[in-house]
Every structure is written in structure tokens, then in C-alpha cells.
């Protein structure tokens, strides 16, 4: 991407430190902080100061590596004992992006694959390996970006939810690259962003992250989503995800589920993009994943802000399952997927 030099980087490794962009303070200041010690790296991922799937996992695999830069273990036993205690520490901070968990277990793989060698050449191979997950994440986000751009024409204006941009992913996003694709090639895309209940992921962060690129972009609140496609003003909507079940159901942000009810209902496509670290074979559909719960504060105190009565009960689910049926393709890395999705994912992931 031409402009990708002026890009804000979510995630760096700088002089030997995990450096990251405090998500929370955006759209206010843009503020860096060094990560030093596992504690601080669960700390991050469950306050949302680095969020996104793919981020989450760049951040976990560094912070693994660190958590045991400096171990004083006497053989790779005990070595292995205290890497894998850290990744279930790890592990425990937030349960729906299954990108958290592939992280983790590429990096204990790694550790095992090196075992021959010496724990200070292992130390380098782990560091090595976060190096690649987040190369390898960025080279992802910009196929994804250029697979969807197959499926849009310039002119389209485009409804997204919560954030799926560079601000989560290692750079470019992942349904946010095509629209930054988009602008590079001089086309005029246009962007309606959800605010994104309860966070203001998509007014904070999206929002934010286009205008900081020179897309056009609207805010809307979540529920005006419906009278802008009953209008014909959406073309088409585009998503993040946390989770691809084997079937092709899609765990992302709380409210996509209903956008895509709402895209079905105006027959608008409704297009989930997902790197392939995020299609998890292990869990058959979307009814078997973990959907995190966060604090009743978020929706009750919503940054300090009390907006309901004390006592009231509060229900926070912070994702939903979008069924397969809903969805038109999930457009990946390694190419665009159709119903079935079944079949479609495995064939993908033997790629
Ligand atoms: O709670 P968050 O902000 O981590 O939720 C993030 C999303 O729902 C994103 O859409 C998803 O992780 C995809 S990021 C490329």
C-alpha cells in the first residue's frame, strides 16, 4: 500500500521490548507502552489495549518470549514446564479469538521442534518465531485485502462493524485492507463504521484509523444500521472475525450477528474476512465456541459514564455467532470461500 509508511503500527519490537499502541486512549492520544513481564501482557489483552484477533496473538507469542528470556531453567524440561505455564496464564486472558490460542501453540511447538539445542539458541528461535507470526500476519492482511477487492467496484459504499483494521492486526486489517487498497488506487469507496456497542470500537478505532487514511467515512450508532440499507445506501458489509467453526459459522464483535440478519433481509453480500489462523477445525460449528462475557460496568458505566441505574441487572456478551448461511463468503488469504463451507475450509487449509 502506497501510504503504508504513514500507517500507525498497533504492534512493534523495538530495541528488544514488546511496544504497544494503548488501544484505549485512541481516538484522544496516541500513546505507546512498553510491555515488560507476562503480567502486563495479560493485562493488555484483557483491558483491550491491544485487541483485535490476529494483534492479540502477535502480542501473546512476544510476550511468551519475553516471559522466559531470562528463565534460569537448568535443562529444556524445566524450560518447556515454565514456557507452558505462561502460555495457560496467557491463554486465560480472553477465550473467543482462537488466534490467541494458535499463537501460543506455534510457539510451544517451536520450543519442542529446537529441543536439541541450547536453551539460549531456543530463546532465539522463540523471539524468531513471534518475528514471523507477525510477518507472516501482515503478508495475510494485505492478500485479504487483495482477494476482496475482487469482489468490490469503485463507487461502493461499504458498512462495517468494530475494527478490523491495522489497529488488529499486524498491519492493513483484515476487512479494513481492501478499503485502504481501495484508496491507493485512487477509487472512491465510502465507509459507514458502526459505533460498535459497548467500546466504541468502530467509532474510536475505525473511524480513527479511515480518516487518518483520507477515507470517506460516516459514523453511525449500531441501530441505525437498518435505515441505511432500507435507504440503498450499502453496497456491501464487510467484518472482522474472532472465530471460523469447521462449518464456516463466524464468532466476531456483539451486533454482527444482526447485520448479517439485516444484509440478508436487503440483499445486501455480507463478506466475513479472516486470516486462515483464524478458521479453527477443531470446533465442528459456532454453537461450541466460547463467547467472552465482559463487566456489566461496560454497558451500565460506560467510561466512567453512568447510564443506567446502580443494581440493574446487565446481560454483556462481547461477540456473537454469525450462522454459515448468513454469510456470502469469507474471503481469506489463500483465496474466497463459498457455501459449502465445510468443504470449502478444508480444501483451503490443505493449501
Ligand atoms: O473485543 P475486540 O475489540 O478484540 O473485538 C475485535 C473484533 O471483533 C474484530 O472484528 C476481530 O477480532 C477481527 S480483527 C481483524
Known sequence: MDNSQDCVLSIKWE????????????PEKVEYITLQTIEEVWDAIYKLKVRGAPAIGIVAAYGLYISVRNSKA???ESFYQELRKNSDYVASSRPTAVNLFWALK????????????????????????????RDEDEAMCKSIGENLLTLLK????????CNAGG????????????????????????????????????????????MQYGVD??????????????????????????????????ANKIGTYGL???????????????PSSTIDIDTPDGGKIVIEERSEEEVSCGFGK????????????AFDVTPNHLITAIVTEKGILRPPYKEAIEIILKK
Not at 469503485?154 to 462493524?161: C, N, P, S, Y
Not at 453512568?306 to 456478551?317: D, E, Q, S
Request: a neutral charge.
Open 217 to 250: 467515512v460516516t459514523l453511525i450508532c449500531d441501530n441505525m444500521a437498518a435505515h441505511v440499507m432500507s435507504k440503498g445506501w450499502i453496497d456491501a458489509v464487510i467484518t472482522g472475525c474472532d472465530r471460523v467453526a469447521a462449518n464456516g459459522d463466524a
Open 260 to 274: 448479517a440478519v439485516l444484509a440478508k433481509a436487503h440483499n445486501i453480500p455480507f463478506y466475513i474476512a479472516a
Open 306 to 317: 453512568r447510564t443506567a441505574p446502580i443494581g440493574v441487572k446487565v446481560y454483556n456478551p
Open 167 to 210: 489497529l488488529a492486526t499486524a498491519r492493513y486489517g483484515t476487512a479494513l485492507s481492501p478499503i485502504f487498497l481501495a484508496k491507493d488506487k485512487g477509487w472512491n469507496i465510502k465507509v459507514f463504521a458502526d459505533e460498535t456497542r459497548p467500546l466504541l470500537q468502530g467509532a474510536r478505532l475505525t473511524v480513527w484509523e479511515l
Open 74 to 76: 537448568a535443562d529444556f
Open 106 to 133: 506455534r510457539m510451544e511447538k517451536r520450543a519442542l521442534d529446537s529441543k536439541n539445542k541450547t536453551l539460549e539458541e531456543i530463546k532465539m528461535d522463540l523471539l524468531n518465531e513471534a518475528h514471523a507470526i
Open 15 to 26: 530495541n528488544d521490548n514488546l511496544v504497544i499502541l494503548d488501544q484505549t486512549k485512541l
Open 154 to 161: 469503485d463507487g461502493m459504499t461499504i458498512l462495517t462493524h
